[in-house]
């Protein structure tokens, strides 16, 4: 994803204007010595359900169920401020974060809704502590038209009995609400992996077939995942990841998964995104199994990665997706808005998607079109060696072209597009798909589809041979980088979104003719905690240095990387590299392997000083 600075104006609460406060160090332990980790859920009446208890509050008013504001789920929430005069609210609960345990996490789903109309200033604040430590600062400027969740690493406080807190504070005129829902503090024991680290389960086959509404905002069917145990340790379990239901509530949730065979479904976790499914029986190594569902998709209002603009619906991350078990467990992060968490093996789709005639409906893979019945058509796609699937339906403008290479690309613009803005962008995605192959290997997807909305409020978004972005050439020539970075070379991206986000950057600059000269101006480092490498986790509670660190300071990074080994050193290194990781994942520690490997220069001192740790 390519963020631009709309997101400072849009309804979103990782806007890049946020005022996220810095993690302060924690005071040292007076903890005993380590126990083992019993893995808990320690915040008491986190979803407030049951009024007040094991909260104390400013008022009687905080913890409610009365009109003006909503919960994320359930009936109750708390509702800090909103007065529009001088006010401080606040809503506290003293907690025992258990020793022992690999990390410790504190998530809470936050609104907030604010009278304010500057985009600059900070005049209504909620900060968010343990202890005596700040861990983060949420103010008017990160306004929102729902929820969002934020998650917080407090690993630090392991051991200890601490406060947990949340103040609000508003100044004397235009009101701002902070309204906090669903709060809890995770523990978790990683200490004890499974008999391998060997990521599974592999091979993953989805088929799919989907029927819409006459809008094409509601999709009902049947999928079913068909994949192959790759671990020596017996797999008894996998699960989905339903991530659009972030975009809901659990009681109201866009995707649902119901009638499932091959196996039983457990209870809905981290904010209804998992479903843990127990298999009919164990796989051991080399054994597969399919499991089946019925599907349900409603897709929410907005030009979002999954939402409708106007006639035009854009569905992104909303077929279940197996997610990944390696050394570490389950890979179960949560969804972020601020960038992505979408973490998957190479899988192949066949997805079949009945529609009204009306609508033109890219996605990824290859498409073919056939008569339906009663005005309908049906839109098979096919796409091989790829790690999602996304699509769009709408009354489209479609134009094509085929690149020099020889890649057929589509351009589907929505009303308002110009046709000298849609005609530009099918020369820059031509163009930059050509330049990404010559660096990097060959375009393997086949078709490529760019959807074209300039009320996208995240700038762009990749998804396999399917695209969605503004009229831009640079954010376009990114997103249509992420086609190597993130869909042929894979990276877990909640926990290293530097190795598609940089890597992109980088390449961005490259088939733009951009040397990185001066890359560095105006550098300025938050913290020592700041680094390139941290993970969402870090980002979402620093959502206004993610774009700078992460994207500029990342390619700068490599840029610097480059011009110590050679140019000719780092083209080799790179198409090396994606060569030696193609449909395969890759890390820091392989990348940084690598790089060491490309030179005879001791690149220890380099890493240190870009901040690179892994």
């Known amino acids: 994803m390519r963020p631009t600075p709309r997101k400072a104006f849009a309804a979103s609460a990782l806007a890049l204007a946020a005022t996220a406060a810095l993690v302060l160090s924690a005071p040292p332990s007076t903890a005993a010595p ?8 320690v915040v008491a009446a986190g979803d407030f359900e049951s009024g007040a208890t094991a909260w104390t509050q400013s008022s009687t008013s905080v913890i409610t169920d009365r009109t003006g504001q909503s919960a994320h789920g359930g009936t109750h929430y708390a509702w800090l401020d909103g007065t529009g005069g001088t006010h401080t609210d606040t809503l506290s609960q003293s907690v025992t974060v258990p020793s022992g345990c690999a990390s410790a996490t504190l998530t809470f789903w936050l609104h907030i809704d604010t009278a304010e109309t500057t985009s600059s200033t900070a005049y209504d604040k909620l900060t968010a502590k343990i202890g005596s ?17 934020k998650s917080i690493d407090v690993s630090a406080f392991a051991g200890q009995t601490v406060t947990l807190a949340f103040t609000g504070t508003e100044d004397s005129s235009l009101q701002s609400s902070f309204v906090l829902d669903d709060i809890a503090l995770n523990t978790a024991d990683s200490t004890t992996p499974p008999a391998d680290s060997t990521r599974t389960p592999v091979s993953p086959s989805y088929t799919v077939s989907l029927s819409s509404n006459t809008a094409g ?7 079913s995942a068909t994949f192959t145990n790759a671990s020596a340790t017996p797999l008894s379990e996998v699960y989905l990841r339903l991530w659009d239901n972030y975009h809901g509530t659990c009681s109201a949730m866009p995707v649902t998964v119901t009638n499932v065979t091959g196996g039983t479904a457990g209870s809905l976790s981290v904010s209804c995104t998992a479903l843990p499914i127990t298999l009919s029986a164990p796989l051991a190594q080399g054994q597969s199994a399919t499991v089946g569902f019925d599907l349900g998709i409603t897709v929410p209002s907005g030009a979002d990665r999954f939402g409708y603009d106007g006639s035009f619906s854009f569905v992104g991350n909303a077929l279940p997706v197996l997610a990944v078990k390696d050394g570490a467990g389950w890979h179960l992060d949560p969804y972020t808005n601020n960038g992505e968490s979408f973490y998957s093996l190479a899988a192949d789709f066949k997805v ?10 890219p996605a990824t893979g290859t498409s073919v079109d056939t008569a339906g019945t009663s005005g309908r058509t ?25 690149s020099t290479a020889g890649v057929p690309v589509n351009v589907y613009s929505v009303s308002g597009i110009s046709s000298s803005s849609a005609n530009s962008m099918l020369t820059t995605a031509k163009t930059a798909v050509d330049a990404h192959a010559a660096r990097f290997g060959a375009y393997p997807y086949g078709e490529l589809d760019a959807v074209i909305d300039n009320n996208f409020w995240f700038g762009g978004m990749e998804y396999p041979g399917f695209v969605l972005d503004l009229v831009s050439t640079t954010a376009l020539t990114h997103e249509i980088g992420h086609q190597w970075w993130y869909g042929i070379v894979g990276d877990d991206e909640y926990n290293s979104p530097w190795l598609d986000e940089s890597f992109t950057d980088y390449s961005t600059d490259l088939a733009l ?21 941290n993970s969402m986790a870090y980002w979402d509670a620093h959502s206004s240095r ?16 480059r011009r110590l080994i050679g140019d000719t050193a780092m083209a080799k290194l790179l198409k090396d590299y994606a060569t030696a990781h193609w449909y395969g994942v890759s890390t820091t520690a392989e990348f940084k392997a690598a790089a060491q490997a490309a030179t005879t220069t001791d690149l220890t001192s380099f890493w240190t000083t870009h901040r690179i740790e892994g």
């Open 34 to 41: 380590e126990a083992a980790c019993t893995p808990a859920q």
């Open 546 to 561: 993610y774009g700078t660190v992460v994207y500029t300071y990342g390619k700068c990074a490599l840029h610097d990387l």
């Open 513 to 533: 003719g951009s040397t990185g000269t001066n890359c560095w101006n105006s550098v300025s480092w938050a913290s020592a905690a700041e680094k390139i490498t």
């Open 378 to 402: 049906i839109t098979t796609a096919t796409a091989s060696k790829v790690r999602d699937f996304a699509w769009a339906a709408g009354p489209f403008t479609k134009i094509s072209g085929t």
């Open 133 to 149: 430590t700040t861990l983060a600062t949420y103010s008017n400027l990160d306004k929102n038209t729902g929820y969002v969740q």
């Open 352 to 361: 079949t998607l009945d529609h009204p005639t009306t609508l033109l409906v």
């Open 217 to 223: 905002t509601v999709w009902t069917g049947h999928e």
